[in-house]
Each structure stands twice: as C-alpha cells, then as structure tokens.
C-alpha cells in the first residue's frame, strides 16, 4: 500500500468516525466554548511550584488547545494539549470524569480541539499538569496530523501546508511571532523619530519606484490598465513635495520576476523619507536601526546567520562601489572600467550581455557576482553610477555617480537609500533615458511618469529615503536559510493532483 493510499483509508476512517459520532448526537463543531486561559500563563505563574504549593491553588482553569498526543493507560490516559502560546500536559480518568464521559474521550483523536476545566498537579516527573473535571469537543479534525511533516523532503509541503506547519513545527510559530515583533519594534522607531504612517496606491496606472517587471492588471469599469506596485517610492515622494516631511509605509510589493531562496513575487518592504536630509544622515540612522532590533529581538548585537557570526554593533564598514570592485571584487581599473574587457569578464563568469547593457550595468553585474556574495558582515557600499541609479541624486564633485548606498548583510543586499533627485529637469531626462531601454528590449526598466515630474516641479525639498526588504530582515534575525521560510503563504506553483 502507497502512503497516499494509507493516508487515505486515515481519512476515511476520521470521517466515518465523524458521522457515527453525529448520529449519537455529538455535536462535532460546536461554538459555546470560552476559552478563559492562554497555557503561557499557567505555566509562568504556576510551573515552578512545588507539588504541595500546587495542592493549595484552588483555582480551577478553563482553557482549550489542541491534542496533540495520546498515551492511554485503561482507565486513565494522559495527552498534550496545544494553544497559541504553547503545550501542557493534561490528565483523564474515569474515576473523575464518570465512565460516559470517559469513553466519549476515549473517541477523540489526536489533532482534536478540546476544552478543558480543571486544577493543577505535578505528576511525578515534575511535570505541571491539568487535572481534567470536565471538557468538551471543540473542532473535529478530519485529517489525521502528519508525524514526519518537517523533514528535508516535505520542505514545499511545509510552505504550502502551512496551517499544518504552524500546527506542528514550533520554529516556524516563532518565526513569525519575530517577524510581527520586527514589524512592531520598526514602527516604534520611526514613530518616535516623528515619522507618520501612509499608505499609498497598490494599483497604479504607471509603476515606479524601482526598476523592476510589474505584473499587469484590467479594470473594467473604467476600461484601463493598471500595474500592480512595484514601490511606493514616487507616492511618497509625492507627499514630501505636500509637506508632509518624514514620511513611511510597510508595504507589499509585487514583481514579476524568478522565485529563489531570496526573491518571492509578492513581498513585504519598509519605505521611508525624511525632508532636510541625506544618504549620510540615512547611513547612522540605519545602523541605529538595525542595531536597536538585534538588541530587543536578540538581546546582543552579535548575531548568528547561517553559521557565519556577523558583528552589528556599529559603525559599519563603508566602501565606495569602484572600491569595493578592486578591494574585494579582485578587479583593476583597467579591467572594469573598459567596456569590452567588463564584457568579457561577465561572460567568463557565466553571465549573458544584452546589446543595450552600458558600462555601468556590466559593472553592477560583477559586483553582483565578484563582491556581493563576500560581503558578510555589515557593509555600506555608496556612490553607484548614476546610469544605474534613475531616481538618485548626483554627487555634487563628480556627476557620473550618485549619493547612493545599499546595505549589504550575509552576502545579500538588505536595504538601498539615497539622497534624493528633486531636480525636475534632471528626473525627466533619466527618465527619458530609461524609455529608451525600454524600447530597446529592457523590460525593468523605468516608465515615463509625466505627473511626478510634475509634483516635482512645484519643488520636493532636499531630502534622503530608504527601502528596507522585511523578509530579509526576518531572514536574518530567525537565521532563516529561505526567504519562503518567512513569508507565511508564499507562492508557489500548483499542487499536483493525488
């Protein structure tokens, strides 16, 4: 027999147990249970008492979870039951409960959802128990719970299975219980810097913000096409020039491009803007940031990421984008400041070279192969060609590089900021410049958005912004090899029929 097959008469059987429970009346799905307890708080006010402290508690508790398993001994069985907040143990017998009441639990299963009232006890292995007066079926389950769900191979099921990983893999609860508390401890730091929440537009009739492949999108009624967001960058931006002047939004993003353990086509981003600054004033603010969260989060600054130990407390190593292609990409001027050695070289590494790929771009692809994946500890790379950089604000020395940094942390970038091009003359021409790419075959490349142009015409004061990806940041506080570890629903292809 197949374990799809086994699998199957399970379920079978759950169900032809669910209608016999029916016809003797057993209401599977009842709604009249209140639960009065989290588990956490039993165990926090009570665990450590000793078994005669816990004979003069009285109190009777009234709590609900999940079975979550079994060991029966006659006329008495003890199980696991499991909420929100964790597991305890909790103890039937006939003699307490009578014998009808008894053998109606003798018919539950694991994965069940009980009510339960009782009192407490230490049994004697020290183990806080609830000693069962009464309970109640709460849910029947009518698929049996897996016992080898969390292994190597059952890794897509766990994403696509979720409700069933939360059910039974502690780590992934956690994770997501940090990736709430992330969320959380950032809008408490940006709110007490003064910044205010908004939310902007996620269908847009021109997608900006990023040079990314949007995902398209009809409506009917009005009879047009729209993108689904790619960034909220020139939304917000938009609110700089009304004069609201810090500014942040934890937004989703959509784009349309390959799945890998780092990118998922929806995913979540911290943007925020601040007037009367720039990218300097972004590079302390970042490492306060960052630094902050590794304190409340982890309780040190030195953390650990997939065996590598990775220091962040700051200050943080910076290095010039051309300095970091020679001091750690192993590259000379020569080699990648001429465009046909910069091809060849990409080549060499594996890597294709479109006609329209300037310079600039062939630079950033070594980078992407030669430095990124070095860059380990906290590294602030800054001054990135401006060819590559359509919305940032040129060096005031030297205009073929922008005021630009990316943060790099385990090899990946986590965060980009800039000081900000509020120039309309300037913002249309690169514009300008990227629908010449399109038209040459670049499909991320920027459209042409006449009305930000325009707000910035009525004048955007100078100002510095930053676009922070949350997956990554859980990714590295919950040491998560996978960016779908971390995104509770991720996407994936369909489900193959059984």
Known sequence: MSTNEGRSNLIKQRYDKAALMEKEGIKLFPNNFRKQIDIKDIKEKYADLS??????????????????????????????????????????????????KYKFFKKLDIGDIIGVKGKLFKTK?????????????????????????HGLKDVEARYRK?????????????????????????????????????????????PGGATARPFETYHNALGMKLYLRIAPELYLKRLLVGGFEKVYEINRNFRNEGISTQHNPEFTMLEFYMAY???????????????????????????????????????????????????????????????????????????????????????????????????????????????????????????????????????REMANAFSELNDPRDQKKRFEEQVKEKAQGEE?????????????EYGMPPAAGEGIGIDRLVMLFTDSPSIREVILFPLLKPEKKE
């Open 444 to 456: 991320e490349a920027h459209f042409m958005d006449e009305d930000y142009v325009r707000a910035l």
């Open 51 to 100: 078994s005669e402290e816990l004979e003069k508690v009285q109190d009777v508790f009234v709590l609900a979870g999940r079975i979550m398993a079994i060991r029966s001994f006659g006329k008495a069985t003890f199980a696991h039951i499991q909420d929100r907040s964790g597991k305890i143990q909790v103890f039937f017998q006939q003699k307490e409960l009578g014998k009808d």
């Open 277 to 411: 600054a720039d990218y300097n004033d972004l590079i302390e603010m970042t490492q306060e940031m960052f630094s902050t969260l590794a304190k409340d989060i982890l309780g040190t600054t030195k953390i650990t990421y997939q065996d590598n130990e990775i220091d962040l407390t700051p200050p943080w190593n910076k290095l010039s984008f051309y300095e970091s292609l020679e001091k750690i990409g192993g590259l000379s001027a020569s080699q990648y400041g001429d465009y046909e050695k910069a091809k060849e070289l990409v080549k060499e590494l594996g890597e294709n070279v479109k006609d329209y790929e300037t310079l600039a771009k062939l630079q950033t692809k070594l980078f992407d192969l030669l430095v990124e994946p070095k860059l380990i500890q906290p590294h602030f790379i800054y001054h990135y060609p401006t060819e590559v950089s359509p919305l940032s604000r040129r060096n005031e020395e030297n205009p073929s590089i922008t005021d630009r940094f990316e943060l790099f942390i385990a090899g």
């Open 125 to 149: 292995t020290g183990e806080i128990t609830i000693n069962v007066m009464d309970f109640e079926l709460v849910t029947k389950s009518l698929r049996p719970l897996p016992e080898k769900f």
């Open 162 to 206: 979720r409700y069933v990983d939360l059910i039974v893999n502690p780590k992934a609860r956690e994770i997501f219980r940090v990736r709430t508390r992330i969320l959380k401890l950032l809008r408490e730091f940006l709110d007490k810097k003064g910044f205010m929440e908004v939310e902007t537009p996620m269908m847009q009739v021109i």
